[in-house]
């Protein structure tokens, strides 16, 4: 009787937590402006008995309490620019041999998943659809009581709607997944989604797909951690204002001396929430209820999301204390005039000169430590009017949840340590962070790609140096390198300068700007393909080893950390092409014609000189008029 009365009660329970949830999330959709994407809820729960996930877990399990010197962790790059696409990309390597895919990384969802061969409604993505045909570990995932189930009643199956009335369906699998060439952490199988449907953004997306890290039994972080593989944290840093990418741990790391913490409740939601209880402008507090950020869900961090969304009383508030401290900027309309974005001119360009202009905004948690925010953290450029700004918070319409997109943490390191139920923060520049961290770089191999892949000639975009296999000194000399790059700009009115462009790419690969040609480009709505080719320098006839194993690299593992009034960049394809055999005449080319040159000036030259000489000749010596001359005999008659 006791098993079975608990049993109801756990399943009384679970019902009514995933109808509170249903609740909610039905209420707030259509609050949520389709512009700037607030929460991404989930309408339907991976599993019945998710609230059980979350129960306090006793002595006995003993995984949550592992040394962090006892395990690995998974360093992965963060790739994209956050306002330019919306999200960050990390890349995720699936099946045996991998197929790789470019997956938005989002705390808000808790499935990943990625586009199936079979897949009868699915968008056109930057990377192929997974083959299960071509991966030897592939296996479905049978149909069970702890799962939905297909119209067959062979394999579970998932389903995932989201507040933007996006939709994502299909069946679910278990596979290897590896994490990339920085990461100590080596394969492991995970259950991940192979979509058949997806609808609405997820459709449209360039991004392949989602790889979910929230609080469920399908998150990969759960799943890595259940295997006893990881520590049960992880850990995101979204680079700068002009700095799109960052970096990700899966695992623990040893947090900084100085990192401040916030408690998460992990029994309150499964969102990543923090005790946000104050709000200060240029060191003087707002003047509001420390209950308005308690609200509902209360204050959640989600990476997916772009902005950062308060309650309507604390939005008036922020905004209008940020307003008092800039008086003397002026006002102007904003980029799109479809939305009412507070915008300021004459501020200039530079970032760093940006605390100059602009308040400090200061989080205040429940422990009483502060949160510093530049105005990297709750600005955006305007994308019309050069020096302009825009604020990018907003009112979450009639929701009172707080929500904190990736532009509150942007060059911040964001640790989620899921086993002490809290939040770390550190400020920090994210595109040196394994520097700062005093973390040595893993030399360790990437997977190689499958041929689904279709790269000839190619090398997996994080292979690194040491285990390229095309360029051994002496062997093969790189006569020119091309690739094609993506270019998504944020007004389909505004081109980009390809000049500026070109200049860009050369001082990040670090080569001569006539090094850099544009070959050709294509263009459609926002987006402009773009064919780029690197060259030998001018008093070189190849491109050195070293130099094309860099440029290689950097293009591959997509270190083109693009500024944000280019918009951002997906490279799409590149190639080499080894030093061509020249011939004699084209190797002496240059010598021959300036002989050739030099020879007819000689000539000409020397013409001229005598066709002067035998006209003075001609013409012989001028006598004056009245000049005594040689008498001269007189002919006969």
Not at 59 to 65: C, I, M, T, V
Not at 124 to 134: E, G, S, V, Y
Not at 143 to 160: L, V
Not at 460 to 482: L, N, Y
Request: glycine share 8%; with cysteine; charged share 20%.
């Amino acid at each position: 009787m006791a098993n079975s009365s608990s049993s109801s009660s756990s399943l009384v329970i679970s019902y009514s937590l995933i109808l509170l949830n249903l609740y909610a999330i039905v209420s707030s959709t259509s609050d949520f402006n389709n512009r700037y994407h607030p929460m991404i809820l989930p309408l339907l729960l991976s599993t019945p008995n998710i609230s059980a996930h979350r129960m306090p877990f006793d002595g006995h399990n003993s995984r949550r309490h592992l040394q962090n010197s006892e395990l690995p962790n998974a360093r992965m790059r963060l790739f994209d620019n956050l306002l330019s696409n919306g999200y960050y990309t990390t890349r995720l390597f699936i099946g045996t041999p991998p197929q790789e895919f470019a997956l938005i990384v989002d705390t808000g969802s808790t499935v990943t998943y990625v586009p199936c061969s079979s897949c009868e409604q699915c968008g056109k993505h930057q990377d192929p659809r997974f083959q299960p045909d071509l991966s030897s570990t592939y296996r479905p995932v049978k149909c069970n009581p702890s799962c939905n189930c297909d119209d067959e009643g062979k394999q579970c199956t998932y389903e995932r709607r989201y507040a933007e009335m996006s939709s994502s369906s299909g069946v679910i699998a278990e596979d290897v997944i590896s994490f990339g060439n920085e990461s100590e952490l080596k394969p492991q199988r995970a259950v991940f989604g192979c979509e058949n449907v997806e609808t609405g953004d997820l459709y449209s997306q360039l991004a392949d797909g989602i790889m979910g890290l929230g609080r469920g039994r399908l998150s990969v972080v759960d799943q890595l951690v259940d295997k006893g593989v990881i520590g049960d944290s992880f850990s995101l840093c979204y680079g700068g204002m002009d700095v799109g990418g960052g970096a990700m741990v899966l695992g623990q790391i040893s947090p900084p001396p100085n990192m401040v913490f916030s408690h998460s409740n992990p029994y309150r939601s499964p969102y990543y929430n923090i005790e946000l209880k104050e709000l200060h402008v240029a060191g003087k507090p707002l003047k509001l209820k420390p209950k308005v950020f308690d609200e509902k869900h209360g204050t959640v961090l989600d990476s997916g999301t772009t902005y950062a969304y308060f309650p309507e009383a604390a939005f008036h508030a922020l905004k209008d204390a940020i307003m008092k401290e800039i008086h003397h900027l002026k006002q102007i309309p904003g980029p799109d005039p479809n939305y009412h974005d507070i915008c300021f001119s004459g501020a200039g360009r530079e970032v760093s000169h940006l605390s100059k202009v602009f308040p400090e905004v200061n989080m205040v948690f429940g422990s009483g430590q502060k949160l510093s925010l530049s105005p990297e953290n709750y600005l955006f450029r305007h994308t019309k009017v050069r020096g302009a700004y825009c604020l990018g918070i907003f009112q979450n319409g009639n929701d009172l949840t707080t929500l904190l997109g990736g532009i509150v943490v942007r060059n911040t390191l964001v640790t989620y340590d899921r086993e002490n139920d809290k939040i770390g923060f550190w400020k920090t520049n994210c595109s040196e962070l394994w520097k700062r961290l005093q973390v040595p770089v893993v030399p360790a191999s990437a997977p190689a790609l499958s041929p689904s892949s279709n790269r000839s000639q190619e090398m997996p975009p994080v292979q690194a140096p040491s285990s390229m296999p095309f360029f051994h000194p002496g062997e093969i000399r790189i006569g020119i390198i091309t690739f094609d790059m993506l270019i998504s700009v944020n007004n389909s009115n505004t081109k980009p300068n390809f000049t500026e462009v070109a200049e860009f790419i050369a001082h990040e690969l670090e080569v001569d700007n006539l090094q850099v040609h544009m070959l050709n480009f294509t263009s459609t709505g926002n987006n402009y393909l773009v064919k780029w080719a690197i060259l030998p320098a001018e008093s070189a006839d190849y491109i050195s080893n070293t130099t094309a194993m860099k440029i290689i690299q950097q293009l591959s593992e997509h270190r083109l950390h693009f500024p944000e009034r280019f918009g951002s960049y997906e490279l799409v394809k590149w190639k080499f092409e080894p030093q061509k055999n020249r011939t004699w005449w084209q190797q002496h080319f240059v010598a021959v014609t300036v002989g050739v040159v030099v020879t007819l000036v000689v000539s000409l030259l020397s013409i001229g000189l005598w066709l002067v000489w035998r006209r003075q000749k001609a013409l012989g010596t001028y006598v004056p008029v009245g000049a005594v001359g040689p008498e001269q005999e007189l002919q006969p008659l």
